[in-house]
C-alpha cells in the first residue's frame, strides 16, 4: 500500500482528496501545517508528500526545504490558480511537480501514479549498470549522483531527467520526449516545469572544464547533455 503524506489546512479539500485516496487503495496521513507534517514524516517516511504553499506555523516552501535537507521523497506541491512565482519557486527549491487548486483529484491521482511509476521502473532496471560521462556518475543501485567523485543532492524528477540525458549522450532529447519521460506527462503550452528542473540540474552538476554547460539548450527542440569531446 502507498503511504501519502498530505499537508494542507484546508479540511473540506483534505476530507475529500483522504475518501478519494482511501478509496484507490493508499495509505493516508494528514497534516493541518508543515511543522506536524515534518513530525509525521521522522516517524514513518512516506512514499510520496502532497504540500500545500499555504499553511500556518510552516508554510510549504520551509517545509520542502526542511525536507530536502533530509530526504529525496517524491514532493508536489499545491499552489493557488495562476500564481506563477510559487510555482516557479516550489520547482526551484526541489518540488518533483506542483498543481493548481482548484483541481480533480484524478488529476492528482495521475501525477501521483506518473512520479512513482518512474521511481519503480528505475528500481527494476539493472543495479550494476552505472553510468559515468563527463565527470558526473550515476549509481543506479542507490540512486545517488557524484560530480567529480563529490556526492549531488538531487530529487527524482532531476535524477531521472539526468538518467534520460546520460543514456543518450550527445543526442537531443525534445523537451514533449523528456517531459513523457521524466515527468510522466505530456508537455503543455505553459507548463514550464520541465525547464525549471532543467535549470535546477544545470546548476547542481555545473560546467564542463571548458567553460561548457554539461546540458545545452537546443532553441525551439530541447536539451541535449554534452560530452567532454563535444565540449572541447
Not at 152 to 162: D, F, M, N, P
Amino acid at each position: 500500500m502507498v503511504k501519502l503524506l498530505l499537508a494542507d489546512d484546508d479540511a473540506r479539500l483534505s476530507d475529500l482528496i483522504k475518501e478519494y485516496f482511501d478509496g484507490e487503495g493508499y495509505e493516508v496521513a494528514h497534516a493541518w501545517n508543515g511543522r506536524e507534517a515534518l513530525e509525521l514524516m521522522a516517524a514513518d517516511m512516506p512514499d510520496i508528500i502532497i504540500l500545500d504553499v499555504m499553511m500556518p506555523e510552516l508554510d510549504g516552501f520551509e517545509t520542502l526545504k526542511q525536507i530536502r535537507n533530509k530526504s529525496a521523497v517524491p514532493v508536489i506541491m499545491l499552489t493557488a490558480k495562476g500564481d506563477d512565482i510559487d510555482r516557479i519557486l516550489g520547482l526551484e527549491m526541489g518540488a518533483d511537480d506542483y498543481l493548481s487548486k482548484p483541481f480533480n483529484p484524478r488529476e492528482l491521482l495521475a501525477r501521483i501514479k506518473a512520479i512513482l511509476r518512474r521511481a519503480s521502473q528505475e528500481r527494476e532496471d539493472d543495479p550494476t549498470a552505472d553510468i559515468e560521462l563527463s565527470g558526473v556518475l550515476l549509481r543506479r543501485k542507490d540512486r545517488t549522483v557524484y560530480l567529480e567523485g563529490e556526492l549531488v543532492e538531487l530529487t527524482t524528477s532531476e535524477y531521472t531527467l539526468l538518467e534520460c540525458m546520460l543514456m543518450a549522450p550527445g543526442q537531443v532529447l525534445t523537451k514533449q520526449e523528456l517531459s513523457e519521460k521524466a515527468l510522466g506527462r505530456k508537455l503543455t503550452m505553459y507548463d514550464r516545469s520541465l525547464d525549471m528542473h532543467i535549470s535546477n540540474l544545470r546548476k547542481k552538476i555545473g560546467n564542463l572544464e571548458t567553460g561548457d554547460p554539461r546540458i545545452k539548450t537546443v532553441r525551439g527542440v530541447g536539451y541535449i547533455f554534452v560530452s567532454n569531446e563535444q565540449g572541447s
